[in-house]
């Protein structure tokens, strides 16, 4: 894909707001969490331009680095401890919960997070993690499904999600998926909205700058579901979508689309090799 450089409205802002705030990315920094070393720099997939995938967690300060890095001082752990309220709670016209059939518990998905989004084929589609949750919830308890980016799923994707802590992210592009996700990397190389701006002129062609206050990061989205400190919740990778778009003054795609799961797909694939973190801290 040919290079792509950040709008003149963007510089200016960089050119702002860099100054004393750019402080230095310390990239051999090392992620653990309960005596676990999480993989935060891989060789890059053979599909992109660049060496190596990093985490955003990477680019984070010192402050927020270290909430990660202890679950008792996590925020997004306590939306996890609120879904395994929810996880043994009946619910639906069949009078069970999530623990009526997985007598392992949420350790039962260990693995599933790290190949996400992936195609179903008993369904003929592509599932992320919420579907997944639906349709379990649909079709075996009997009761509504958790809307997308809302408080309940968020918190069950991160429970789920945690299993896979420390895992590979290993996502398939080729087979059903290949035009999928062909559609997710149109969507990230095309300029949209009133800045005239792609997802890789940020997180591509200038990560690692300091923009506003806070760093741009390459976008990798290992770590979501992700505890923001600045709207203080779990934040959905589609929700960041939809943030994102908003920020450069486009229409977004809604929540759930077609769009969204292709890109959700294409992004994914980008952090392969890097390890699932979720539930993260991000700025």
Known sequence: MKKITLSATIVASVALFSGAANAQVDLDAVLTVEGM????????????????????WVYRASETQALQMDDFENPGMIFVDQAMDDWNTVDGTEGKSCASCHLGGPEEFAGLRAELPRWNEAEGRMFNLEDYINYSRVNYMGAEPLKWAKPRMDAMVALISLQSRGMPINVAIDGPVADIWAQGEELYYTRVGQLDMACANCHEDNYGTMIRADRLSQGQSNGFPT???????????QARFKGCMRNIRAEPYE???????????????????LAVEGPSVRN
């Open 37 to 56: 070393t999480i993989v935060t720099r891989a060789p890059a997939p053979d599909f992109l331009d660049i060496d190596e995938v990093i985490s955003g």
């Open 227 to 237: 505890y923001r400190l600045k709207n203080a919740k779990l934040n959905s990778i």
């Open 255 to 273: 929540i759930g689309s077609d769009e969204f799961r292709a890109l959700e797909l294409y992004v994914a694939s980008r952090g392969n090799g």
